[in-house]
């Protein structure tokens, strides 16, 4: 799909200021640049050039974002609409009032017994993984919103919450299908299709957790629910996780619109806010790329030839 990476800068190997930049820190003010530039013998230019070179190296490249939303996108686009067809024909599925018909003895299907196991599991591995993906700015939303997933799914299978809690998967994946589509069309540098991906995410997410999942899914929980049941443990507890998803998926559609507006009044995609950018090259930066590729062809001693004598 023609994803490169770009050309990187490696920085060069100095102990001291390796050693600051894992112990310490990895953006140091100015006076901490000045110390590290007199103890390294070196300019206050070379040291805040080594840190960005180095910061850049930390973050990943563009050919490991773009395998991350294939995979993600295969997952979710698999999960969705495996759930919906499992589920389409169930007359509860139209009407989530119909969830708590014949609670708590209701029959599991085997086809909803594996997917749920199949969810179950998925979240699970984003956990556990979450510290090797890319790292975004959002990643303490991120661990909650997993955690409080994982709880609820093994929650609604031991109390028979399975009905409604397939609501709240299906809910949940359709957005992330469009949300990994525009994010590995934008990493492909497909622009028509990239913005046209983003407008279509915007809307159905927040449709579907903005207004489905509160108006069908908790208004179920709440007040459907207890209409022939009195409360109970899990009636507080499974609600109360609820709405810590709400709260997430509030705090996600004010970044959500938030590109949004900048895609509408500069016309053109913004990068993810939740993504830390990586950091330009100066001009004189710039030519020391040039060099290399210019003299990356020739052998040692011709590249030698090419450095004018001072």
């Known amino acids: 799909m023609g994803v490169r990476d770009g050309r990187r800068i490696k920085a060069s190997h100095n102990p001291v200021l390796e050693s600051f930049f894992h112990n310490q820190s990895q953006n140091p003010k100015e006076d901490q640049l000045s110390h590290l530039a007199t103890r390294c013998n070196l300019s206050l230019r070379q040291v805040q050039r080594w840190f960005r070179h180095r910061r850049n190296q930390e973050r990943p490249l563009l050919s490991m974002k773009f395998s991350e939303a294939c995979w993600k996108f295969i997952v979710y686009f698999s999960c969705f609409f495996g759930g919906l067809l499992t589920v389409y024909n169930e007359p509860w599925f139209w009407k989530p009032e119909l969830c708590w018909e014949g609670f708590p003895k209701q029959v599991l299907k085997p086809a909803i017994y594996w997917w749920y196991l199949l969810e179950f599991a998925i979240y699970l591995s984003l956990l556990i993984t979450l510290s090797f993906d890319v790292k975004r700015k959002d990643f303490k939303q991120q661990v909650i919103h ?165």
């Open 146 to 310: 997993h955690f409080s997933a994982i709880i609820l799914i093994f929650f609604s299978y031991c109390s028979n919450y399975i009905r409604i809690g397939t609501l709240v998967m299906l809910i949940h994946d359709v957005s992330d299908i469009f949300l990994e589509a525009g994010k590995m069309a934008s990493y492909a540098q497909w622009k028509n299709s990239s913005e046209i991906i983003f407008v279509i995410f915007t809307v159905v997410f927040l449709v579907s957790r903005l207004i489905l999942f509160p108006c069908k899914v908790l208004h179920s929980t709440y007040y459907s629910s207890m209409d022939n049941h009195k409360p109970f443990f899990g009636y507080y507890f499974s609600n109360t996780l609820l709405m810590i998803l709400q709260a997430l998926n509030v705090f996600w559609s004010l970044l959500i619109l938030h590109m949004f507006y900048r895609f509408v009044i500069v016309g053109k995609m913004p990068d993810d806010v939740r993504s830390d950018l990586e950091e330009q090259c100066t001009d004189d930066e710039q030519s020391e790329i040039g060099q290399q590729k210019m003299s990356g062809g020739l052998s040692p001693t011709k590249r030698r030839r090419l450095v004018p004598k001072t």
